[in-house]
């Protein structure tokens, strides 16, 4: 119970932001709706589809569907008010990421796939919708390039699986992950870390 | 029998609409042919890919492979004619998202999915083709910015369903939804009605 | 064991590539690596999308994992002396499209697949990560733009089946195919032949 609110909220946060970049990108009202899908759902349609679990999970789940539309229908209603909510969508979207990274590794999990490929399918669930969102902006998507975002989620992973080592529950384990996440973002955010890009060369080789 | 040659007629103009933008694009004869590819069938991939669906569609029916590859040589080879056939291309492309449509719709129903969801299917099936060409030429895909395209698309679906609650032939109701995308989408290219944009924030909140 | 060493040759070259890109476009660390591994798998993990071969290849063979992230890791601390490199890589890169293209064109057999859907699935295979990776640094894939690279795979694809017609020994004609592949590539290179571009129109038609 407590996970699916979490969850919705995460939901509510990506949809809202997706909507938000495609107004930014002059787009109809048609456009701001695919893109508050793809941004919420991408990442876990496309590891769903990589791991053979079809139809994709918000298919089958229309409570998904509707918190989509309504969040999309929201922010177009409240597009000049809504950056007094920009610390509210900030947390509900690093609260976000971190369920949906432990939504993926689960995924992964379940299918009996090997715990590197968990870790990969939770960053994907959390990350790849923002990155699908960029492609259809038609931007260099913003996780390959600055803020540390995917590289949370994957120090959430490997905490699962450390962890797993020397202790057996598995749900503490998803929470701890879950908060490892959350806490690499918001010190990264609140100090301004990021990866540092590397050398630039000036022409490709292949 | 009918419905077949009207969806061999949306595959051909599908298929020559995304040669012409890839040769615009300056590609070579192997990027006109796969483009041409991608926005006849890119549609109808991503939702048997999201259902479960596979091998994907086109796989399994070589009338469509042949006549995707006879419309993209038709186009490179008419290149400097084709605008001669501006109409009835047109004509073609708006019957081939209606019939694209009502296909989307009738293989969420099979798969047992929930009417919004088919609606999407049938939206998807019709516009997606198009987005995947537009990605793949890099752009920001023109469905989203312009022109009824979706809509008439997803008003159609609605269509369907609404009328599924007084009547019972699904064949009639099929074929009352594919005239309703028709008529929207002539009607608003007639009188040139689009979506508004929506108000352009000056960054980015998330 | 001699194919499988190619393999992995191959897929270094193409997570080198990959990488050596994306540091080009200012990535971080995390996007090199991401580039990397969509570069050396896009092109099966689509195939096997399509044709329903789920968890995909590379979730169940963890050696291409390690060898993709150890190259991105090789590219990454390498980056000024790579170019000493230059000639190996191309070579590298040569013969895993041979390859690429022979493991596709198999796996379209093994899922009984029509013969130009079999070519299909080859030409995937060995471009399409190339396809991804330019998506995802936001260019207009260079594989649909110059340079003999999918012919050389369409090439071998064919070559094989016709050859099918007169031999039996499948083996031998992998062999055959692959080197098609990879002569028709080094002759294209060498003497700089390219497919020419198409007539550029003003405008689009639809």
Not at 36 to 47: D, E, M, N, Q
Not at 110 to 120: K, S, T, W, Y
Not at 159 to 183: H, K, M
Request: glycine share 8%; charged share 15%.
């Amino acid at each position: 119970m407590f996970f699916q609110i979490v969850d919705i909220l995460g939901t509510i946060a990506f949809a809202i932001s997706g909507a938000l970049i495609a107004m930014n990108k002059r787009m109809d009202p048609f456009g701001v709706l695919i893109i508050a899908f793809v941004t919420a759902v991408g990442g876990g349609t496309l590891r769903d589809v990589m791991i053979g679990i079809e139809p994709v999970s918000w298919m089958r789940n229309m409570t998904f569907v509707y918190v989509i539309i309504g969040s999309a229908a929201f922010a177009v209603v409240f597009r000049k008010r809504i950056s007094y909510l920009r610390k509210s969508l900030f947390l509900f979207d690093t609260i976000g990421i971190a369920l949906y990274t432990v939504v993926g590794v689960e995924t992964g999990l379940v299918a009996g796939l090997h715990p590197l490929i968990c870790i990969a399918m939770g960053t994907m669930t959390a990350c790849f919708g923002g990155v699908l969102r960029d492609i259809l902006c038609n931007e260099i998507p913003v996780v390959f390039r600055k803020e540390i975002y995917a590289t949370a989620c994957i120090l959430g992973g490997l905490t699962y699986f450390l962890l797993l080592q020397f202790f057996e529950d598995r749900n503490y384990l998803f929470v701890i992950a879950g908060l490892v996440v959350i806490i690499v973002r918001l010190i990264a955010v609140r100090y301004k870390i990021s990866l540092p890009t590397l050398y630039k060369k000036d022409e490709d080789i292949l």
